[in-house]
T-cell receptor
Framework: GAVVSQHPSWVICKSGTSVKIECRSLDFQATTMFWYRQFPKQSLMLMATSNEGSKATYEQGVEKDKFLINHASLTLSTLTVTSAHPEDSSFYIC???????????FGDGTRLSIL | GENVEQHPSTLSVQEGDSAVIKCTYSDSASNYFPWYKQELGKRPQLIIDIRSNVGEKKDQRIAVTLNKTAKHFSLHITETQPEDSAVYFCAARAPSNQFYFGTGTSLTVIP
């Protein structure tokens, strides 16, 4: 149980385009989802916390208008990287949890490459 | 916000030996501390966790200890095997319910 699906797994696109990444909890309802960014051989950096039906809470230094997060249902959160540039290239991972005192479960991540 | 530090960044041990990874946190109100194992290119996998009302937890070859007073917690892996080689991350859940990760430890178990 507690499976989190993330799509796409890998995307390559031109500079200036917008990219949407989906994070789905397949067998549970996730009131909260988290979005992380991970550079090679580095740790997971929390970008934002996404609560169903409300605006996401962004970490300091993360641009809200750059990284749009939508959590419209209990099983789906999306991250849209708007007008992506090469410096946005990274590994983006989402996670979800079943409840406040429950562990989080990670998706497989999305490798984003901006040319 | 919460600040989690993790040491060492790299660790090599002989197969069969023990490995210890240590983390410290800054917010005394943090109450949940999971450990994740991440193999190259894959998702982090939860391997063990501990809550603030417990001092130690063990699951077969893996154990975690928590010292709330000193605000540090450690991962202990005994009888290490080559398949234990991976990057390990500690994390702390802040009162805001957000998770903050340590910088990771790359563990290599030498056969």
């Amino acid at each position: 149980g507690a499976v989190v699906s993330q799509h796409p797994s890998w995307v390559i696109c031109k500079s200036g385009t917008s990219v949407k990444i989906e994070c789905r909890s397949l067998d549970f309802q996730a009131t909260t989802m988290f979005w992380y960014r991970q550079f090679p051989k580095q740790s997971l950096m929390l970008m934002a916390t996404s609560n169903e039906g409300s605006k996401a809470t962004y970490e300091q230094g993360v641009e809200k208008d750059k990284f749009l997060i939508n959590h419209a249902s209990l099983t789906l959160s999306t991250l849209t990287v708007t007008s992506a540039h090469p410096e946005d290239s990274s590994f983006y991972i989402c996670s979800a949890r079943t409840g406040t005192n429950q562990p989080q479960h990670f998706g497989d991540g999305t490798r984003l490459s901006i040319l | 916000g919460e600040n989690v530090e993790q040491h060492p960044s790299t660790l090599s041990v002989q197969e069969g030996d023990s490995a210890v990874i240590k983390c410290t946190y800054s917010d005394s109100a943090s109450n949940y501390f999971p450990w994740y194992k991440q193999e190259l290119g894959k998702r982090p996998q939860l391997i063990i966790d501990i809550r603030s009302n417990v001092g130690e937890k063990k699951d077969q070859r893996i154990a975690v200890t928590l010292n709330k007073t000193a605000k540090h917690f450690s991962l202990h892996i005994t009888e290490t095997q080559p398949e234990d080689s991976a990057v390990y991350f500690c994390a702390a859940r802040a009162p805001s319910n957000q998770f903050y990760f340590g910088t990771g430890t790359s563990l290599t178990v030498i056969p």
